[in-house]
């Protein structure tokens, strides 16, 4: 009687797999961006946090922080959502804190 539906154990199987795969590349994913910024900062390329990077891009556009992330160790590019309709890019030198853009 088991093996009526053979077809919804391995779907369930594959579910599981899929759903655990999912969840180690979101991992990964947020380990490689803090480590790429404690790297970058061991090597005294960063002195601005991720979180100091977001404060400076609000305040010089008023708008709400949607991302921040590091690029190549020098600049934060901050993503930062103008009066909910427009997305503006503001780049922060991540040793200084000036804004580029």
Request: without cysteine.
């Amino acid at each position: 009687m088991r093996n009526e539906r053979p077809g919804v154990a391995a779907l369930i199987a594959l579910t599981l797999a899929v759903s655990l795969a999912s969840m180690s590349v979101q991992a990964d994913s947020r380990n490689s961006r803090s480590g790429s910024w404690r790297l970058a900062q061991e090597k005294g390329e960063v002195s601005i946090s991720r979180e100091r990077a977001a404060a400076i891009a609000r305040e010089a556009t008023g708008g709400r922080v949607l991302s921040v992330d590091l690029q190549g160790g020098r600049s934060w590019r901050v993503k930062v959502l103008l009066n909910g309709e427009r997305v503006r890019t503001v780049t922060i030198d991540a040793r200084t804190g000036a804004v580029q853009n």
